[in-house]
């Protein structure tokens, strides 16, 4: 019996071995149920399904105001991830850097871009009660990672 909702997510991809490829070898996320058509990621709790399309897969012009996000809940978890995706040699959308340093909303972030173009941002708060709090802030998102 589930206790919590998951989060579900459809992507557009060319195709599922090259999916599998990415998300499964190079993030580690689990394969659950595949096709030749879908296939099924466990994303870190996110149910992220890749279907094939025959439309063309474009590159987005920049992060905003699509792409998908992850908030580890502990910096080494964050690192181990970014760690990871270096030593897998995936190229970053946008490498590791500090967002907002010195104010409450601080947080490490990278981007990541799969072969589809799908863009995953991945983020840790120094302080998570920000992250659906610091109502009276008016920070979000960063113009200078917008391309």
Same mark, same amino acid.
């Given at each position: 019996?589930?206790?919590?909702?998951?989060?579900?997510?459809?992507?557009?991809?060319? =195709?599922?071995?090259?999916?599998?490829?990415?998300?499964?070898?190079?993030?580690?996320?689990?394969?659950?149920?595949?096709?030749?058509?879908?296939?099924?990621? =466990?994303? +870190?709790? %996110?149910? &992220?399904?890749?279907?094939? %399309?025959?439309?063309? &897969? %474009?590159?987005? $012009?920049?992060? +905003?105001?699509?792409? *998908?996000?992850?908030?580890?809940? %502990?910096?080494?978890?964050?690192?181990?991830?970014?760690?990871?995706?270096?030593?897998? =040699?995936?190229?970053? +959308?946008? $490498?590791?850097? &500090?967002?907002?340093?010195?104010? $409450?909303?601080?947080?490490?972030?990278? !981007? *990541?871009?799969?072969?589809?173009? =799908?863009?995953?941002? !991945?983020? +840790?708060?120094?302080? $998570?009660?920000?992250?659906?709090?610091?109502?009276?802030?008016?920070?979000?998102?960063?113009?200078? &990672?917008?391309?």
């Amino acid at each position: 019996m589930m206790t919590t909702a998951i989060f579900h997510l459809a992507i557009p991809i060319d =195709n599922v071995a090259r999916a599998k490829e990415f998300y499964a070898d190079s993030l580690g996320c689990a394969v659950g149920r595949e096709n030749k058509s879908a296939v099924i990621f =466990n994303f +870190y709790g %996110t149910q &992220l399904v890749g279907h094939v %399309t025959q439309d063309p &897969l %474009t590159r987005q $012009p920049g992060i +905003y105001p699509r792409h *998908l996000g992850l908030i580890l809940p %502990t910096k080494s978890a964050w690192q181990q991830l970014c760690d990871r995706a270096q030593a897998k =040699n995936i190229t970053f +959308y946008h $490498p590791p850097k &500090l967002r907002f340093p010195h104010q $409450p909303l601080e947080h490490h972030c990278f !981007f *990541l871009e799969d072969p589809f173009y =799908n863009l995953l941002e !991945f983020k +840790y708060y120094s302080q $998570p009660e920000v992250i659906f709090g610091a109502r009276e802030s008016k920070l979000i998102g960063d113009t200078a &990672l917008s391309n």
